[in-house]
């Protein structure tokens, strides 16, 4: 909850909730209805509340209704904001909550349409017509009751629709990325198509030589056999033939290795949104961050740079629960760089335990000790730490008691160094 | 005893090497010709005073079974009547159907023996050498048949009734001698009745006769 707060994760849907609360306390009181009001406040509380307490929102939807019938001055656009809440609920509370979201709304309904349709005269003030008997008091019942579950239907549709999209398609942002990925993944491909042609022109070229050393061996067995004398001339070609073979298959591993270099060099911390992006899809919040006035560095180094973090969140996938949300943050200072890689999967893990029942005890100093670098493979830890140090770089590995895991890359010089090296 | 005349037509000098050797050890075969150039090996096929062609896959310029087509178009042309066995790195069911399609008489790996190299050699000399006809049917169902012409289908309805005999017991894999006894004929009619057919259908080889006719009739 705190960690919710300290990320500021509530920001934007507080902005939704303020602006909801203000329009709807502005249209209320433009016919100084003060007590429509209340339905204003509690509007932006649901609100607020559909992101990470969606009982509440779930709660607050009959008594929004009812506050909404009885206080509103516009009850048609009231509704409309009440389905907006709903919307959000649809987006963001669990399969359960939406069940009993769908109760809720459909409770709503039917209070709506008995205190605007049958006791009010909702109806009658629109179309204009006097209610005199039983049976038109329960027809208005009726269309009021159906039009509100119609409004609030199409608005969990919609948000489950909305849902649907973010979480097959993603947000725009994820779109985007997973373009810039697929046209890079088609480039790839495209490369190693080519490399794939020329390989296999040089394996064939490999087959007829090694066919030729064959060749000339076998007929070297049956001209032996008929002239003794031939030995010298049959081993003379069956070593030219041999030599012809190998520098073929020289070519074939220069070419293939080089081909595997020039791969992994291309790496960039440009590319780690796509990384992150592939870890969102995981189910892994990544978010990047960078602060401070970037530098250029050379291939080596951001090739270095990006190995860190590949190895973090691998390292993360591998300990951490599905949900544990991951920062990757870049501070760049005048003259060096840190990357952090933190991670909350122990709160996650604690979390999920919690809700099965689980009792957690906490942490002592006896578990900071203990984990130290214990969730990092230690020969991984050491192969960094030597890829660091070739940029005078150092790495901290630490766990952050009941929180998770925090990888630190320091790297003081590396501006002057990438200066050195260009 | 008269020693087989063998032609080598490959530009790998060292595979060409081999292969004479393997051939120049039996008392009756002898390399006489050795060709790197196809383009040259094809405008100097009709004067090859050979029997046995050995084509490789190595060529510069042309490759595969358009060289094996134009080599026995014009061995044809020639009334050269030279057997083509072409061969590659290695042996595969596919390698072999598209090389008699394009006019081998057939097709060996250089992964094969030269013992079987040897004996292909013997075989394909004898004038009415045809691949095992069952080999030949499971290649046509893999691989596509090959269509009989309407030239040849014309040649074949107006075949008699003992032409029509002679054509079904080519297409069992008999040797014209064997078909001749059986039917009490001459050899050189049954042989003249085949190289008829293939002249007026375009073919270059009886392997292709022996293909086309079977799908014809399917």
Redesign the interface.
């Given at each position: 909850m705190i960690r919710w707060i300290l990320d500021r994760k509530w920001l934007s849907i507080s902005m939704y909730a303020g602006m909801l609360a203000l329009v709807s306390a502005g249209s209320e009181l433009l016919k100084q209805n003060y007590l429509g009001l209340f339905f204003s406040i509690l509007l932006g509380v649901a609100t607020i509340a559909t992101r990470k307490f969606a009982w509440i929102s779930i709660g607050l939807i009959p008594v929004l209704g009812l506050l909404l019938s009885l206080y509103s001055a516009f009850p048609s656009f009231a509704a409309l904001e009440l389905a907006f809440v709903i919307g959000l609920i649809a987006v963001f509370a669990s399969d359960r909550q939406r069940i009993w979201g769908s109760i809720s709304s459909t409770i709503t309904a039917v209070s709506m349409g008995l205190l605007l349709g049958y006791q009010g005269n909702y109806l009658e003030s629109m179309l204009g017509y006097q209610a005199n008997s039983e049976a038109v008091r329960f027809n208005s019942l009726t269309v009021v009751f159906f039009l509100a579950f119609l409004l609030f239907a199409l608005a969990g549709v919609l948000g489950h629709l909305y849902l649907l999209r973010l979480r097959h398609i993603g947000s725009p942002q994820d779109v985007a990325f997973s373009a810039i990925r697929a046209g890079k993944l088609r480039l790839e491909i495209a490369k190693q198509n080519e490399r794939l042609e020329i390989a296999k022109d040089l394996s064939e070229l490999l087959?007829?030589k090694?066919?030729?050393?064959?060749?000339?061996?076998?007929?070297?067995?049956?001209?032996i056999?008929?002239?003794p004398s031939?030995a010298e001339r049959?081993l003379d070609?069956s070593h030219?033939?041999g030599r012809?073979a190998q520098s073929e298959l020289r070519r074939l591993y220069d070419y293939l290795n080089s081909a595997i270099i020039s791969d992994v060099a291309s790496f960039k911390i440009d590319d780690l949104g796509e990384l992150a992006v592939a870890y969102r899809e995981l189910g892994f919040n990544t978010v990047i961050s960078s602060q401070g006035q970037s530098f250029e560095l050379n291939a080596g180094m951001e090739l270095c740079v990006y190995k860190i973090v590949f190895e973090a969140l691998q390292n993360v996938r591998k300990h951490a629960p599905l949900g544990t949300e991951i920062g990757v943050d870049f501070l760049w200072v005048e003259d060096g760089l840190q990357v952090l890689v933190k991670d909350n999967g122990i709160e996650v893990s604690n979390r999920q335990k919690q809700s099965l029942g689980e009792a957690i005890e906490g942490y002592d100093a006896n578990e900071d000790f203990e984990s130290l670098v214990s969730e990092f493979d230690g020969a991984t830890l050491a192969a960094l730490r030597d890829r660091a140090a070739i940029y005078k770089g150092r790495i901290e590995a630490t766990r952050v008691a009941g929180v998770g895991f925090t990888l630190s890359a320091i790297f003081p010089n590396l501006k002057s160094l990438a200066a050195q090296g260009n | 005893m008269n020693d087989l005349r063998i032609g080598l037509i490959d530009s790998?000098e060292?595979?060409r090497?081999?292969?004479?050797?393997?051939i120049?050890?039996?008392a009756d075969m002898r390399v006489v010709l050795e060709e790197s150039d196809p383009v040259s090996a094809i405008e100097r096929a009709p004067d090859y005073l050979v029997d046995v062609l050995l084509v490789g896959p190595?060529q510069h310029s042309l490759r595969g079974k358009q060289f094996i087509q134009l080599l026995a178009q014009a061995l044809v042309e020639a009334k050269n009547e030279c057997a083509i066995i072409s061969y590659n790195?290695?042996f595969s069911p596919k390698l072999r159907y598209e090389a008699i399609l394009a006019g081998s008489q057939d097709f060996i790996g250089?992964?094969s023996?030269?013992k079987e190299l040897l004996t292909l050699i013997r075989n394909v000399v004898k004038r009415d050498f045809v691949v095992d006809p069952g080999a030949l049917a499971s290649m046509s169902n893999v691989f596509g048949p090959l269509r009989a012409s309407n030239q040849l289908e014309l040649k074949l309805s107006e075949l008699n009734a003992i032409q029509t005999e002679v054509i079904e017991l080519f297409l069992t894999g008999q040797s014209d001698q064997a078909i001749a006894k059986q039917l009490e004929m001459a050899r050189t009619r049954v042989t003249q009745l085949i190289d008829t057919l293939i002249e007026a259908a375009g073919l270059t080889s009886r392997n292709q006769l022996l293909l086309a006719v079977s799908a014809g009739s399917e």
């Open positions: 087959v007829q090694i066919s030729a050393v064959v060749s000339v061996t076998e007929g070297g067995r049956y001209a056999a008929s002239d031939a049959v070609r030219e033939a012809a | 790998n060292l595979v090497s081999g292969r004479s050797m393997i120049n050890s039996q190595s790195a290695f250089l992964d023996g030269g």
